[in-house]
């Protein structure tokens, strides 16, 4: 006698194909996933860095006219402020610095030039090695 096959359910060959076609589209949208993580994380330290720039550009707009000169500031763990990241606690570095100059068509006004960098091997030496950086420019009159 001869037993009739059933043709209900799935063979192994579709399951397995079934199967990786669901692992590629997965693997897919997870790609997206940690581009999207990276993406978040690159513009969080930037918009950090703005932050430090419009701070300090705010600083020397209430620093005396005759006082204002150029320097360099080195945000870093054990100094003042420090940006720590909420959800881990831990410290980012960046370095600030600000070139102080004569506006060329403004008179009694000057130009305030704030670089505010982060990342980066050289970023110690100078704010022009970071592999990240912002540039802030605001202008100072002097009020007779």
Not at 43 to 59: H, K
Not at 96 to 114: E, F, G, L, N
Request: with cysteine.
């Amino acid at each position: 006698m001869r037993k009739e096959l059933s043709s209900k359910g799935f063979t192994l060959i579709e399951v397995m194909v079934a199967i990786t076609v669901l692992t590629i589209g997965i693997l897919g949208i997870w790609s997206l996933h940690i581009s999207a993580i990276h993406g978040n994380a690159f513009s969080n330290r930037m918009a950090e860095a703005t932050s430090l720039g419009n701070q300090l550009a705010e600083e020397k707009k209430a620093d005396s006219y005759s006082n204002l000169v150029d320097g360099t500031f080195w945000d870093k763990e054990g100094s003042n402020p420090v940006f720590v990241y909420p959800y881990t606690g831990c410290p980012r570095s960046y370095k600030r610095q600000w070139t102080i100059a004569d506006h060329p068509s403004a008179p009694q006004t000057k130009q305030v030039t704030i670089t505010v960098g982060y990342g980066g091997a050289n970023c110690l030496q100078n704010v022009n090695n970071c592999e990240h950086r912002v540039i802030i420019i605001t202008l100072i009159s002097k009020l007779d």
